[in-house]
């Protein structure tokens, strides 16, 4: 009788678990704070970019360029080709499949910036950038371990300053990189440091900066030579 009732102890805790609201939904504090990260990072989206002067900005000669390299289409640029292939992916879906041309110099910036539709291209393909920059709040979320870390952790993410302009005004893709990163630490705090390297790989292939870590966490890792040796040729391939 004694493992029916254990069994059933279970259910019943599974069945209120499934049913009860998120713990993360009881705290006032932390619905707050990521609301107020939420909004701020909206309001701005369609308004900021950084412009340069050889060319109209980063998030559109970025998405532009992105877009021709999935085409099929030759494209010298400085940026990765993963980069290149997952922001091309993720505005070939809104996007229209008219081939734009890359603009620069000054008669292109004032077309483009005087367009109708300047706050739609600013606006969408930062989209991508939110969806990683959430996903690495919940990760960081995720790691703390006391209710009083996660609240600093939440404040921390998605109201710093660094964080919302790189995304958001400047409108780079670090974001994308910090999230692998990130995953990256979760993984090897679950004793599992092949696949941290491996996804810390995936993040420099983004950025140059995750590559900075990679010795670290070998170095770090609790696992023989050969496990370290395989984490090092993993993590930079």
Sequence with gaps: ARPWKETRMRSQTGIRALTSRPSWLKDRSLLILGLSGLVLRLVLMPLAMHVDPDFVGDIIYINQAALRSISGTEVQSAYPPLALLTIGIFESVWLPPALPSLPTGAE?????????????????????????????????????????????????????????????????????????????????????????????????????????????????SRGSWRQKVSMLVIGAT
């Design 108 to 220: 292109a910036q004032l077309r483009i910036l005087s367009d109708s539709s300047i706050f739609r291209q600013i606006f969408f393909p930062k989209l991508l950038f939110l969806i990683f920059d959430l996903a690495t709040g919940y990760l960081l979320w995720w790691m703390a371990d006391r209710w009083q870390e996660k609240r600093g952790v939440t404040a921390f993410w998605f109201l710093n300053p660094l964080v919302i302009y790189n995304g958001y005004f400047h409108a780079q893709f670090d974001l994308i990189a910090v999230f692998f990163v990130v995953l990256a630490f979760s993984l090897a705090r679950q004793d599992r440091p092949v696949m941290s390297a491996f996804w810390l790989g995936i993040a420099g292939s983004y950025k140059i900066f995750p590559f900075l870590f990679l010795l670290p966490l070998v170095i770090l």
